[in-house]
């Protein structure tokens, strides 16, 4: 193993399981209780952004206004939706690749850890049967900055024991990207390599990675 690789940090929706169908689904039905529509479209630029975060720009969108306390609720609300749908989500759902590439990783010796502005990680990573693989879990319910922050990376860093610069984050949005560089880590972009510019190498999913791809790095 190439010493200054020992540790993995995944962002999740995207990169492991894709449950942007299902936040959109939440969001959607959200907007139509007052009175607006939400696009797919939208629903991208939502990606790696906190759930207050993300109402805050539904309610822009809509050219709704709501006190703190209403949006608390609002968010509550989608939260349930979205939940009611992961909880009926099974190992079938996870993306190509990804269970082959964390059984490699994980029994060549890497650290991993999960990253994400997700507050229902734990959930997601259970019903697809990946928990197992994942020695830290940092999620929406333990840090309070959303990315490009790199609060979320850093703090997985620092629960593995390893400085940033021994660790590649796996990203499929431009700010969790941004956030990994700015927390002084490595990152592979699971996308386009037209939005994913500031990655150091750029896939279309986990299946396309080798233990070698991260030697290279």
């Known amino acids: ?9 995944f962002d ?8 942007a169908v299902y936040h959109y689904q939440a969001w959607l039905r959200l907007a139509k209780t007052m009175g607006f529509e939400f696009s797919e479209k939208q629903n991208e630029e939502l990606k790696g952004i906190s759930r207050m975060d993300s109402l805050d720009k539904v309610l ?3 050219k709704v206004t709501k006190s703190d306390e209403e949006k ?17 989500m099974t190992a079938d759902e996870i993306l190509p690749g ?10 060549a010796g890497y650290k991993i850890a999960l990253g994400s502005a997700s507050k229902n990680a734990n959930i997601i990573l259970k019903k697809t049967n990946i928990a197992h693989f994942f020695d830290v879990i940092v999620d929406g ?27 590649v984050v796996f990203e499929d949005a431009a700010a969790g990207i941004e956030a990994a560089k700015r927390g002084g880590m490595k990152a592979i972009g699971i ?17 396309k ?5 991260l030697k290279e790095l």
């Open 1 to 9: 193993m190439k010493e200054n690789i020992k540790g993995l940090l």
């Open 12 to 19: 999740l929706d995207g990169v492991l399981v894709d449950t």
């Open 60 to 62: 822009g969108w809509g």
């Open 72 to 88: 608390l609720e609002l968010a509550t609300k989608k939260n349930d939706w979205y939940v009611e749908m992961i909880n009926k």
């Open 98 to 107: 990804v269970l082959e590439f964390l059984k490699s990783t994980y029994e």
């Open 141 to 167: 319910n333990s840090v309070s900055k959303s990315k490009p922050d790199p609060e979320v990376f850093l703090k997985g860093a620092e629960l593995l024991h390893l400085e940033p610069k021994e660790c």
């Open 191 to 207: 996308g386009d390599k037209n939005i994913l510019t500031q990655a150091d190498k750029v896939v279309s999913g986990l299946d």
């Open 209 to 213: 990675l080798t233990i070698q791809d």
